[in-house]
């Protein structure tokens, strides 16, 4: 009962509590540069996007941790976690200063992911693992498309994603290292469609 308590309270924190970092958020010594109007919305939307997909990994993580059996993999997913609640923080601040608002369907798509996580982790370690690795890997091309879509005077976000992208191929490494299965493809192409509309109605909601 007291581990269904903490992971309903982590689960409550990731979608309406503010995050914390601990970490210097990288765009704290840049200063901010005047946006257009649309500049500025096409900047929130896209950071947006990067806070809910931050709100989906605390979830996928939590989901996996809790069905991973081997002791390495369970730490790794939870470290891994640890540092996307500050990616999360990075964001939320960040959307805020570019007069923004989170994502409305936060909280269904932290239930989505969750129930997620707990799948791939109940499928076996090596493939939990591997759908971590996979899910970093196209997180880290979706930052990629993300810094060359972000206005190009809008250092502070740029700063925050290019942080995001060298820690989300890290965690990728990590999970490889740790023997990860690789996922046939359709399961990636399904990733993709997924993440595809994910994104498309974050930018917008």
């Not at 509590?17 to 500049?39: G, M, V």
């Not at 069905?67 to 601040?93: I, N």
Request: aromatic residues 4%; proline residues 3%.
């Amino acid at each position: 009962m007291d581990k269904l308590i903490t992971e309903f309270d982590r689960a409550l924190r990731t979608v309406f509590a503010p995050a914390a970092s601990l970490r210097p958020h990288p765009d704290a010594e840049l200063a901010e540069t005047e946006l257009d109007s649309a500049a500025r919305r096409h900047a929130a939307g896209l950071m947006r996007v990067n806070h809910c997909g931050e709100v989906c990994a605390q979830a996928l993580y939590q989901g996996q941790a809790l069905t991973a059996r081997d002791d390495k993999a369970r730490e790794a997913l939870r470290q891994a976690a640890h540092e996307e609640v500050e990616h999360l923080a990075w964001t939320e601040r960040r959307i805020a200063e570019l007069g923004g608002r989170q994502s409305l369907l936060n909280p269904l798509w932290y239930a989505g992911s969750l129930a997620m996580g707990v799948t791939a982790g109940l499928i076996g370690d090596r493939w939990n693992l591997g759908f971590l690795a996979e899910t970093e890997r196209q997180v880290g091309e979706h930052l990629a498309s993300h810094l060359q879509a972000l206005p190009s005077e809008d250092a502070r976000s740029r700063a925050i994603v290019s942080q995001m992208h060298i820690d989300e191929t890290q965690h990728a490494e990590m999970a490889v290292t740790l023997g990860a299965a690789e996922l046939p493809l359709p399961a990636k192409a399904a990733m993709r469609a997924m993440s595809k509309v994910m994104t498309s109605l974050s930018y917008r909601i």
